[in-house]
């Protein structure tokens, strides 16, 4: 079963902050971040481990709450180059089920 | 190095034929995944494969097959192509469980 992202789709304007949220219905051992822009390949930006750890890079930072099975995306003062699609991808604690699974992605528009 | 490499990057298929996608990587990963990707929409899970000679269903594996023989390749082949198989499929690798997913650049189907 997929993890759900919310929102689906967000139109900010430069320099406003974004938070895009991942939930699970399984009990998580990792959470990877990935940006897609359009008609290209995602690409990886960041993955935590269970341990409720938090992580960033430039201005872009998660935040992983094993326990609520939830990741949060934190992206502030946002630039024209964050546009793109993000998608959380999931991976379960259980020995044998070892598979990433994609969220249904948030489409984030900067606009000038 | 090359990464992860999908050949064909395009292709148009008629109703009933059958094709293999193509998916090499030569980074010594583990784990290798099949995704599809329809407009607009998420990553959907078809196959996915831990190891040479392991392989195992994802969400969504109706009409597709897999096979692993080596740890560099990991072919999806689609038999009697139907016209809700028009999609972009991405392979992706990771060296083993929680860790960075590589994709490779995805192939564009049409089936008509």
């Known amino acids: 079963q997929q993890p759900v992202q919310s929102p689906q789709a967000v139109i900010l304007r430069e320099g406003e902050d974004a938070v895009i949220n991942c939930s699970s219905s399984?009990?998580?051992?990792?959470v990877h971040w990935y940006r897609q822009k359009h008609g290209e390949a995602p690409v990886f930006l960041m993955i935590?481990?269970?341990?409720?750890e938090q992580k960033g890079h430039d201005k872009i930072s998660a935040s992983f709450n094993e326990k609520k099975q939830q990741s949060s995306l934190y992206l502030t003062a946002s630039q024209l180059s964050y546009s793109g699609t993000y998608f959380c991808g999931t991976e379960a604690t259980n020995f044998g089920n070892e598979k990433l699974t994609f969220g249904t992605g948030t489409r984030l528009t900067i606009i000038p | 190095n090359a990464g992860v490499t999908q050949t064909p990057k395009f292709r148009i298929l008629k109703i009933g034929q059958s094709m293999t996608l193509q998916c090499t990587q030569d980074?010594?990963?583990?784990?290798m995944y099949w995704y599809r990707q329809d407009p607009g929409m998420g990553l959907k899970l078809i196959y996915y494969?831990?190891?040479?000679?392991?392989?195992d269903k994802g969400e969504v594996p109706n009409g597709y097959n897999v096979s692993r023989s080596t740890t560099e390749d990991f072919p999806l082949r689609l038999e009697l192509a139907a016209p809700s198989q028009t999609s972009v499929y991405f392979c992706a690798t990771e060296y083993g469980m929680n860790t960075e997913a590589f994709f490779g650049q995805g192939t564009r189907l049409t089936v008509v």
């Open positions: 494969s831990v190891g040479a000679g392991i392989t």
């Open positions: 399984k009990a998580l051992y990792s």
């Open positions: 980074m010594n990963h583990n784990y």
């Open positions: 935590l481990l269970k341990g409720g």
